[in-house]
């Protein structure tokens, strides 16, 4: 059975069994905001601890751009040349 835990419960149970994780509270909780699976009830959100580092890589893959191209820098435009 998957382990699904609150942002700040998450953010300890990720610390004990990583302790070098830079991944802390607000962390999950931006990436809650940026689409990363969860599960929501009500006003809550809940992380599955389990499977956390395969949906954080699935997650990142899909929020990097696929060339330099589709990268808008707003006020810079490309130089003609």
């Known amino acids: 059975m998957a382990t699904w835990l609150a942002p700040k419960k ?7 069994h990583n302790p070098d994780t830079m991944i802390g ?4 909780r931006d990436l ?3 689409g990363f699976p969860c599960l929501r009830i009500s006003t809550r959100s809940l992380i599955n601890v389990d499977t956390f580092e395969n949906d954080l890589r ?3 893959s899909k929020a990097l751009p696929m060339s330099a191209e589709e990268v ?3 006020g810079i435009r490309k130089i003609a040349g």
């Open 72 to 74: 808008a820098v707003k």
């Open 32 to 34: 809650i905001k940026q």
């Open 25 to 28: 509270e607000k962390t999950i």
């Open 58 to 60: 699935d997650h990142i």
């Open 10 to 16: 998450a953010a300890n149970y990720i610390k004990v």
